[in-house]
């Protein structure tokens, strides 16, 4: 059924999902496996929730995850998980820091390589800030704009996927973890 959802939301709004068929579920474990130690996470563009779903799975009972999702149909999916830890906020995912002080890890589904440059700047510096992020995409076309931004980049290809995706594992010496 979330396929099908998404897919329909894709075809009015492609620019705002970049694919035409949600994260699988190799995708989203390997997404979540990467937020371990973390107690307040934010993710970008959470879409119907699968990640999510993964996210909240390993997070521990004190932890909080804070999802940002433009698209109200998908809001309505998200806001179906039934778990205290989880905010959902239906708004622009450059907007993070109205709603969130801190955080320790954001995890992004954007498709930032279809964000014109100022708006893909202001989410790396969001990121930036956490110290630690995570990052879907489908191309390796990103990499120049993210080690501007963080010291340590790690990409990680997950064939298991429809489309194949890249995960970019990032850290920052910073640490600053305000938002």
Known sequence: M???RFARQF?????????LVQSGRMLANRMADEVEGCVQVVE?????????????????ESA??????????????LESID????RVVNDDAAKCERYVDRADCVVSGLPLTLFDGRAREAIL??????????????TTALSRDIRRHFSDVR?????????PAFL????CSCKVHVL
């Open 11 to 19: 075809l009015l709004h492609p620019k705002q999902l970049g694919t």
């Open 125 to 138: 510096a969001i990121a930036r800030r956490s110290g630690r992020f995570i990052q879907l995409q489908y």
């Open 44 to 60: 970008l563009g959470a879409g119907t929730g699968p990640v999510t779903r993964e996210i909240l799975r390993r997070l521990p």
């Open 2 to 4: 979330n396929n099908l």
């Open 83 to 86: 778990d205290p830890r989880l």
């Open 155 to 163: 990409l990680k290809f997950v064939p298991l996927n429809f489309p």
């Open 64 to 77: 909080s995850l804070t999802c940002f999702e433009i698209n109200r149909e998908f809001c309505r999916c």
């Open 168 to 171: 970019y594992i990032c850290t």
